[in-house]
């Protein structure tokens, strides 16, 4: 099945370390992004790519890092310079130009 | 820049009422329009979307018309259920170098039996 899946579903990190989540898509798409979710606030662009080794800042990419060496992974790395990680990810994927996204089931990253 | 903004909620109805949740954008050219559904713990998912003015997105019930002239794409339902129960998003993206999804803030809707 085509899909995008993000791991883990669950994460914990202590402050001062940096963790890194998982995206992958097989669904052949160019473009992918990553959201964050904080309760009553919506979604939040954090990065998204549109082509392999090419990546934009979004509105909240301080305290983030991203990669895209390749077409179907675009992995987050959260910092210890971000001051509140705590929030839901959602891992999106699009073929581009005007199309719809598909999302990953997202993972919880607590700070504990 | 690009903007949508959804009618302030929550919203909560009775089994089998009506729905419309408001949503406007604010673009340059000719966006595309979706709109998403979200349930607890879960990703999102489309659930109806419309490319071009005078389009009529519909999906399990629920429909929205791109309505260039007002800017808007309000989502509708004629008689909601409790399994409706979840959050909306609105979204635009549109053509262009570094073209993005846009969403809204979202509105809960919670249909009571």
């Known amino acids: 099945d085509g899909g995008i899946t993000q791991s883990p579903k669950y994460l914990f990190r202590k402050e001062g370390q940096n963790v890194t989540l998982s995206c992958e898509q097989n669904?052949?798409?160019?473009?992918m992004y990553w959201y964050r979710q904080d309760p009553g606030q919506g979604l939040r662009l954090i990065y998204y790519?549109?082509?392999?080794?090419?990546?934009q800042k979004g509105d909240i990419a301080e305290g983030y890092s991203v990669s895209r060496e390749k077409k179907e992974s675009f992995p987050l790395t959260v910092t210890s310079a971000q001051k509140n990680p705590t929030a839901f990810y959602l891992c999106?994927?699009?073929?581009?130009?005007?199309?719809?996204?598909?999302f990953g089931q997202g993972t919880r990253l607590t700070v504990v | 820049g690009d903007s949508v903004t959804q009618m302030e909620g929550p919203v909560t109805l009775s089994e089998e009422a009506c729905l419309t949740i408001n949503c406007t954008y604010t673009a340059t050219g000719y966006p595309s329009l979706f709109w998403y559904v979200q349930y607890p713990g879960e990703g999102l998912q489309l659930l109806l979307k419309a490319t071009k003015a005078d389009d009529k997105g519909s999906n399990k019930g629920f429909e929205a018309t791109y309505r260039k002239e007002t800017t808007s794409f309000h989502l509708e339902k004629g008689s909601v259920q409790v399994s409706d129960s979840a959050v909306y998003f609105c979204?635009?993206?549109?053509?262009?170098?570094?073209?993005?999804?846009?969403f809204g803030k979202g509105i809960t809707l919670s249909v009571r039996p």
């Open positions: 669904l052949n798409h160019d473009a």
């Open positions: 790519s549109q082509i392999v080794n090419d990546f």
């Open positions: 979204a635009l993206t549109r053509t262009g170098a570094n073209s993005k999804l846009t």
């Open positions: 999106a994927s699009s073929i581009g130009d005007r199309a719809e996204a598909f």
